[in-house]
C-alpha cells in the first residue's frame, strides 16, 4: 500500500479585453490611480444594468477550443452570493449549471528519467471553463489593522478553467499551469502573468490509498478522500512548493492514523514556506446560486460556427514540429516556443537561410537537397547563437524579443559569416553586441570595425614565428609531447591577432612550425 497525490486546479485568466466584464469602464485598472476606472455598473448602484462583453465571450470561446472542450448550445450568467469589501454588489456574476464549454482535455509533457517514478505524459481532463466578473483588490496596511479597497479590478472579465482531479504530482500541477499560461499567449486573450495577478490558481489536493498489487490498483481510482484547497499562490514555483509542502503534511498524518477528515481551505505562506489553516471550505449551497435576472440567456451556435477553424498553432503541436522540421532539440525547442514571437523570429530566420543557401552559385541540386545537406549545422548554429549567445545579452541589457532591434535577415547574415568561417568566435560576440546596440548589419560592422577573420597563411605564419620564438620552453615541451600545450598557442595566436585569426588554419601552422 503506498499514498498516491490527487490534485486538482482551479485556474482564473484574466481576460485583456479593452472594457470590463459588463460595464464600458476601461480594463488597464492595474495601471491607473486606484478607483478611477470605475463606474456605477461594476460598483453595483441600484438600478444599473449589465451588458455582457462579446471579446470576453469569444475569448472563451477560443480557449474552449485549445482546450479540447465542447462549447455548449446554450448558457447563462448566475449571481454568486457572498459577503466580503472586495465585492461591492454582495455578489459576483458568474456561471454555475450552464457554464460556456464542457468536457476538455489538455495533454502535457513531463520532463522524466525514471519513467517508473514520473510519467512522460499527461493527459488532464477539463471539467469546464465559464466567464465571470473579478472582485475588487485588497490592499492591507503594515499596521495590521487596516485594509484598503482599489475597485478598479472589480468588474474585470476572467475566464476560470477546473480541471478534473487528475495531476499526479506538484510537478505536473506546475508544468500545466506553465502550458496554459503558454496556451493564452499564443491566443493574445491575455498575459497571463502570475505575479500581477493575470493568472492565479487555487490547488486542491488530497491523498489516495493504493494497493502495490498494480491488477488490484483500479479498485481504488474513484475514491476521494476529503480535499484541501490552497489559495495565495501567485508563482509557479509556489504552487509547486506548496503542493510539496501539502504532500508532506497530509502523508504524516496518514502515518499518524489521522487522515483529513474534512475539506478545508489553507493559505500558503511564502516566506515561511508552509500552508497555514483558513477555514473550513464551502459548500455550493452556501452560495445561494440563482439565475442573473438582467441578463439574458446565452445561445452559443454563432459563436461556435464564428470560432472554429481560427485556432493558430499551438504550443505543444509547435514543439513537435520544431524537434522534427528543424531538428531542434526539445530542450530548444521548448525555450524558442514559450515566447510566441521567438518562435516566429526563428523561424525566419531559418528561412533566409534557406533563401541563402539557395542562391548560392555553386550550390548545386534541389532546394530540399541542398537544405538537407546544410541544416543539422546551420541549425546548430541557431540554436546556440539565439537561445545563448543572443539570448544571454538579450538578458543582460533587459531587452526581449519585442524590442530587438536586429532583424531576422541580419541575424541570418550574421550565421553565414559564422557558418563560411568569415568571423571566429570572440569577434562573432563582439558584432553580434555592435547589432544588438545599432541594429546594423553584421558585414558592414565586421568590415568598419576590421574583425573579418584572418586566414592569409603568409600572415598568420608571421604572427606565430614570433610567438613561438617568444616562448621557446613552450614550443620545447610541446615538441617532447606535451600536446595539451597547443591551446596555449591557439590562445597566443587569438590574443595578438584580436581573435580574428581561423583556429582551424592557425592550429594547423603551429604543429607544423613547431616540428
Given at each position: 500500500?503506498?499514498?498516491?497525490?490527487?490534485?486538482?486546479?482551479?485556474?482564473?485568466?484574466?481576460?485583456?479585453?479593452?472594457?470590463?466584464?459588463?460595464?464600458?469602464?476601461?480594463?488597464?485598472?492595474?495601471?491607473?490611480?486606484?478607483?478611477?476606472?470605475?463606474?456605477?455598473?461594476?460598483?453595483?448602484?441600484?438600478?444599473?444594468?449589465?451588458?455582457?462583453?462579446?471579446?470576453?465571450?469569444?475569448?472563451?470561446?477560443?480557449?474552449?477550443?485549445?482546450?479540447?472542450?465542447?462549447?455548449?448550445?446554450?448558457?447563462?450568467?448566475?449571481?454568486?452570493?457572498?459577503?466580503?469589501?472586495?465585492?461591492?454588489?454582495?455578489?459576483?456574476?458568474?456561471?454555475?449549471d450552464k457554464p460556456i464549454c464542457l468536457n476538455g482535455l489538455l495533454e502535457i509533457?513531463?520532463?522524466?528519467?525514471?519513467?517508473?517514478?514520473?510519467?512522460?505524459?499527461?493527459?488532464?481532463?477539463?471539467?469546464?471553463?465559464?466567464?465571470?466578473?473579478?472582485?475588487?483588490?485588497?490592499?492591507?496596511?503594515?499596521?495590521?489593522?487596516?485594509?484598503?479597497?482599489?475597485?478598479?479590478?472589480?468588474?474585470?472579465?476572467?475566464?476560470?478553467?477546473?480541471?478534473?482531479?487528475?495531476?499526479?504530482?506538484?510537478?505536473?500541477?506546475?508544468?500545466?499551469?506553465?502550458?496554459?499560461?503558454?496556451?493564452?499567449?499564443?491566443?493574445?486573450?491575455?498575459?497571463?502573468?502570475?505575479?500581477?495577478?493575470?493568472?492565479?490558481?487555487?490547488?486542491?489536493?488530497?491523498?489516495?490509498?493504493?494497493?502495490?498489487?498494480?491488477?488490484?490498483?483500479?479498485?481504488?481510482?474513484?475514491?476521494?478522500?476529503?480535499?484541501?484547497?490552497?489559495?495565495?499562490?501567485?508563482?509557479?514555483?509556489?504552487?509547486?512548493?506548496?503542493?510539496?509542502?501539502?504532500?508532506?503534511?497530509?502523508?504524516?498524518?496518514?502515518?499518524?492514523?489521522?487522515?483529513?477528515?474534512?475539506?478545508?481551505?489553507?493559505?500558503?505562506?511564502?516566506?515561511?514556506?508552509?500552508?497555514?489553516?483558513?477555514?473550513?471550505?464551502?459548500a455550493e449551497n452556501d452560495y445561494r446560486y440563482f439565475p442573473e435576472p438582467d441578463?439574458?440567456?446565452?445561445?452559443?451556435?454563432?459563436?461556435?460556427?464564428?470560432?472554429?477553424?481560427?485556432?493558430?498553432?499551438?504550443?505543444?503541436?509547435?514543439?513537435?514540429?520544431?524537434?522534427?522540421?528543424?531538428?531542434?532539440?526539445?530542450?530548444?525547442?521548448?525555450?524558442?516556443?514559450?515566447?510566441?514571437?521567438?518562435?516566429?523570429?526563428?523561424?525566419?530566420?531559418?528561412?533566409?537561410?534557406?533563401?541563402?543557401?539557395?542562391?548560392?552559385?555553386?550550390?548545386?541540386?534541389?532546394?530540399?537537397?541542398?537544405?538537407?545537406?546544410?541544416?543539422?549545422?546551420?541549425?546548430?548554429?541557431?540554436?546556440?547563437?539565439?537561445?545563448?549567445?543572443?539570448?544571454?545579452?538579450?538578458?543582460?541589457?533587459?531587452?526581449?524579443?519585442?524590442?530587438?532591434?536586429?532583424?531576422?535577415?541580419?541575424?541570418?547574415?550574421?550565421?553565414?559569416?559564422?557558418?563560411?568561417?568569415?568571423?571566429?568566435?570572440?569577434?562573432?560576440?563582439?558584432?553580434?553586441?555592435?547589432?544588438?546596440?545599432?541594429?546594423?548589419?553584421?558585414?558592414?560592422?565586421?568590415?568598419?570595425?576590421?574583425?573579418?577573420?584572418?586566414?592569409?597563411?603568409?600572415?598568420?605564419?608571421?604572427?606565430?614565428?614570433?610567438?613561438?620564438?617568444?616562448?621557446?620552453?613552450?614550443?620545447?615541451?610541446?615538441?617532447?609531447?606535451?600536446?595539451?600545450?597547443?591551446?596555449?598557442?591557439?590562445?597566443?595566436?587569438?590574443?595578438?591577432?584580436?581573435?580574428?585569426?581561423?583556429?582551424?588554419?592557425?592550429?594547423?601552422?603551429?604543429?607544423?612550425?613547431?616540428?
Amino acid at each position: 500500500m503506498h499514498l498516491v497525490p490527487v490534485i486538482g486546479l482551479e485556474i482564473h485568466i484574466q481576460l485583456k479585453t479593452k472594457s470590463k466584464m459588463f460595464c464600458g469602464c476601461d480594463n488597464t485598472g492595474e495601471d491607473q490611480p486606484p478607483n478611477t476606472t470605475v463606474c456605477p455598473i461594476c460598483m453595483g448602484h441600484p438600478g444599473t444594468l449589465p451588458v455582457i462583453n462579446e471579446q470576453a465571450l469569444e475569448w472563451a470561446g477560443l480557449m474552449a477550443l485549445a482546450l479540447n472542450c465542447e462549447i455548449q448550445n446554450a448558457s447563462k450568467f448566475d449571481r454568486k452570493q457572498y459577503f466580503y469589501p472586495d465585492l461591492p454588489k454582495g455578489y459576483q456574476i458568474s456561471q454555475y449549471d450552464k457554464p460556456i464549454c464542457l468536457n476538455g482535455l489538455l495533454e502535457i509533457d513531463i520532463p522524466t528519467k525514471d519513467e517508473k517514478k514520473q510519467r512522460p505524459w499527461a493527459k488532464i481532463k477539463i471539467n469546464r471553463a465559464h466567464l465571470e466578473e473579478d472582485a475588487a483588490k485588497l490592499l492591507h496596511g503594515g499596521d495590521g489593522k487596516h485594509s484598503l479597497v482599489d475597485y478598479n479590478r472589480s468588474g474585470t472579465p476572467l475566464l476560470e478553467i477546473v480541471t478534473e482531479p487528475d495531476l499526479h504530482s506538484p510537478l505536473e500541477a506546475k508544468i500545466f499551469m506553465q502550458e496554459l499560461q503558454t496556451i493564452a499567449r499564443y491566443l493574445e486573450i491575455s498575459d497571463a502573468d502570475m505575479e500581477k495577478g493575470h493568472l492565479r490558481c487555487d490547488a486542491n489536493i488530497s491523498l489516495r490509498e493504493v494497493l502495490d498489487d498494480p491488477a488490484k490498483e483500479k479498485k481504488n481510482i474513484s475514491k476521494l478522500n476529503p480535499k484541501t484547497e490552497i489559495k495565495n499562490l501567485n508563482s509557479f514555483r509556489a504552487v509547486e512548493r506548496a503542493l510539496e509542502y501539502e504532500t508532506k503534511r497530509q502523508t504524516e498524518l496518514w502515518e499518524k492514523g489521522k487522515p483529513p477528515a474534512i475539506t478545508t481551505t489553507r493559505g500558503w505562506n511564502d516566506a515561511k514556506q508552509i500552508t497555514e489553516e483558513q477555514r473550513t471550505k464551502e459548500a455550493e449551497n452556501d452560495y445561494r446560486y440563482f439565475p442573473e435576472p438582467d441578463l439574458p440567456p446565452l445561445d452559443l451556435t454563432d459563436l461556435r460556427e464564428k470560432i472554429v477553424g481560427s485556432l493558430p498553432e499551438l504550443p505543444r503541436a509547435k514543439r513537435a514540429r520544431f524537434v522534427m522540421q528543424y531538428e531542434f532539440t526539445p530542450d530548444e525547442a521548448k525555450i524558442l516556443v514559450e515566447d510566441k514571437k521567438l518562435a516566429n523570429y526563428a523561424e525566419n530566420v531559418i528561412s533566409e537561410l534557406k533563401a541563402w543557401l539557395i542562391a548560392l552559385e555553386e550550390v548545386e541540386g534541389t532546394e530540399d537537397e541542398i537544405w538537407e545537406k546544410h541544416k543539422k549545422q546551420l541549425v546548430r548554429l541557431v540554436a546556440g547563437w539565439l537561445i545563448n549567445k543572443l539570448g544571454g545579452l538579450m538578458a543582460d541589457n533587459k531587452i526581449d524579443i519585442r524590442r530587438l532591434k536586429i532583424t531576422p535577415e541580419n541575424f541570418a547574415e550574421f550565421i553565414t559569416l559564422i557558418y563560411q568561417n568569415k568571423i571566429s568566435g570572440p569577434t562573432a560576440i563582439k558584432i553580434l553586441e555592435e547589432m544588438m546596440l545599432t541594429g546594423g548589419d553584421p558585414s558592414q560592422i565586421m568590415e568598419t570595425k576590421n574583425l573579418g577573420q584572418i586566414s592569409d597563411t603568409n600572415e598568420l605564419e608571421k604572427i606565430i614565428e614570433t610567438i613561438i620564438a617568444e616562448h621557446p620552453d613552450e614550443a620545447a615541451e610541446y615538441k617532447q609531447g606535451k600536446l595539451t600545450l597547443l591551446q596555449f598557442f591557439i590562445g597566443q595566436t587569438m590574443k595578438k591577432t584580436g581573435g580574428k585569426a581561423n583556429p582551424k588554419i592557425a592550429e594547423k601552422i603551429i604543429k607544423d612550425k613547431i616540428k
